[in-house]
């Protein structure tokens, strides 16, 4: 008989943590699961619907820049999602997945009904709340989950631990070795959220420094916010760039890619993982992406790509040139981008996770 998945994630939206999570189910339910998720609507995780043998529950829930709205938000999901979790205490062989650090009120009524609890962490411990939390979970797991070597040591967790990167969907290394790279420009991409400490200004900054070279920046927000953004920081927009709001599919802007740059700031942010890395090594893109940080164990330095900080943005300037005008050195980083990619595919990922839940 297998074994129940419960799973909860706060906030579904486009970003990392609910499409590694997505991922992670399509693999489960594809192997036979039965699965009920327990979300926020509006987000990559709605996708999963298409299953027969999942079942959605719904809340709404948005963040907001209010942070005492957005606290007494937190607040109201984490009790409802407590109470909601009781309607299982007679579920027989069922674990709860609980998605990032915070859905802890689904884990603390787990953990009342005896439950298998595994967590499955995607960020830093940044903030007192998080730390707290960490806490909180080394009591409450059975097993915990990080994405990255960087990320265990922050956490600080040393029992019930273990690294497993993440992968990307089966679909999207489909489409990769089906379609080749339409590279005919030289493009230079991001994805980011609308963060200053992501680097927008300073991707903007490139742009305009670089105007032989088109850029290209998907930030996951809507066009208004991201146009208030632009107007409230004054930033000046050439000809060579584009600010394109959230997509559903990236696919086609990787296609069309050259590199890949993430430019966090690692003293105000520093990246657990690094999804977009993984995405861009699968179509053959090299990546230039900061020094610390689980995204730095995803790169090594003149193999598959580059490690240069923000605040050198003079060095990372030199290298975009030194990179896209010697077709020697970009090929080689190309083909060793693809050939790290293999690490990451969905069947090592799996079946790590399948030996978690089989303990469980």
């Not at 706060?10 to 997505?22: H, R």
């Not at 790169?299 to 005008?325: A, P």
Request: net charge positive; aromatic share 12%; hydrophobic share 40%.
């Amino acid at each position: 008989m297998k074994k129940k998945i419960i799973c909860f994630h706060l906030y579904n939206d486009y970003s990392g943590s609910p499409k590694v999570l997505k991922n992670v189910l399509d693999e489960l339910l594809w192997k036979g699961f039965d699965i009920e998720l327990i979300t926020s609507n509006g987000g990559v995780l709605d996708e999963l619907s298409i299953y027969k043998q999942i079942k959605i529950h719904h809340y709404r829930y948005k963040f907001t820049d209010n942070k005492l709205l957005t606290l007494l938000k937190y607040t109201y999901i984490q009790l409802y999602t407590f109470l909601f979790s009781f309607k299982y205490l007679f579920t027989p062989n069922c674990i709860f997945c609980i998605n990032t650090l915070l859905p802890v009120g689904p884990a603390i009524a787990g953990k009342i009904m005896n439950k298998k609890i595994i967590f499955y962490c995607h960020e830093n411990p940044k903030n007192k709340l998080y730390l707290f939390l960490c806490k909180v979970i080394s009591l409450m797991a059975d097993s915990i989950i990080c994405v990255s070597e960087y990320q265990a040591n922050k956490l600080n967790i040393k029992q019930k631990l273990s690294i497993i990167p993440n992968a990307i969907s089966r679909e999207f290394y489909t489409f990769f070795s089906h379609n080749e790279n339409q590279k005919k420009d030289k493009v230079i991409l991001m994805l980011s959220s609308l963060k200053a400490y992501k680097g927008i200004n300073e991707f903007i900054y490139l742009s305009n420094n670089l105007p032989d070279y088109q850029f290209v920046l998907i930030i996951n927000d809507r066009q208004e916010n991201i146009n208030a953004y632009v107007l409230r920081n004054a930033l000046c927009l050439g000809d060579n760039i584009q600010i394109i709001p959230r997509q559903i599919n990236v696919k086609p802007y990787y296609q069309k890619a050259s590199l890949l740059l993430n430019l966090s700031d690692k003293h105000r942010f520093v990246e657990t993982f690094g999804l977009t890395v993984i995405e861009a090594m699968i179509a053959g893109i090299p990546a230039i992406v900061p020094t610390v940080g689980g995204i730095a164990e995803l790169v090594k330095d003149g193999y598959n790509g580059y490690k240069i900080d923000v605040q050198d943005i003079e060095k990372i300037e030199s290298t975009i040139i030194e990179i896209l005008s010697n077709p020697l050195l970009y090929n080689s980083l190309s083909q060793n981008s693809l050939q790290e990619s293999l690490k990451y595919c969905p069947n090592v990922m799996i079946d790590s996770i399948l030996r978690i839940i089989a303990k469980c």
